[in-house]
């Protein structure tokens, strides 16, 4: 009886440590849930989700907005479209002048703009120039692209022009053959005389 009792009270405190270092887990477990805080992986993939969507439907929108406003610009400009196909010759004549005014105008005012966006470009670049010099910075000039080929290529020509001494020997004329050649060929005058005068006598 007594081993019994003593057993039941071993077994009685083994289950009270048990239940201690369980409620110790838990609590741990507990804080560690608290640090971790709101923002769950879970939590967090559908706010990403939600955001991603969001962005779209807000893309969406602003492409949308921008057709409609090249809509409406286009067709300010271009004005209503015209019924050809019930027009006279008179309306159509017209009509034809109208656009032709239209875009005449519009050319005009294209110049204008132009002339006014060289201006500009003009006194913004002076502009600069001034600032860096007062900076004590110089803008550097565009340099022309040069390809790095073709200094390769001319050294290897040079190189090779260098290698050829014949190109470098001079061309002399020798004229010891010549002159002979042309003794010979060459008649004195005697004989040319001689000669026509002998046709001559002949005659």
Known sequence: MADDAAKKA????IDRKRAEVRARMEEASKAKKAKKGFMTPERKKKLRLLLR?????????EQERKSAERRRV??????QHKDWSNATEAE????LKELWDRAFKLEGEKYDLEVIFRVKE????????????????FIKPTLKKV???ENKFAKLQKKAAEFNFRNQLKVVKKK???LEEEEKEKKPEWTKVGGDKGKEAES
């Open 10 to 13: 071993k077994q009685a405190e």
């Open 53 to 61: 969507k969001k962005a779209a439907e807000e893309l969406k929108k």
């Open 74 to 79: 286009i067709e300010q400009r271009c004005g």
């Open 92 to 95: 159509c004549g017209k009509i």
């Open 122 to 137: 003009s006194e913004i670049t002076e502009l600069n120039a001034q600032v860096n010099d007062l900076r004590g910075k």
């Open 147 to 149: 390809s790095k080929y």
């Open 176 to 178: 010891e053959f010549t």
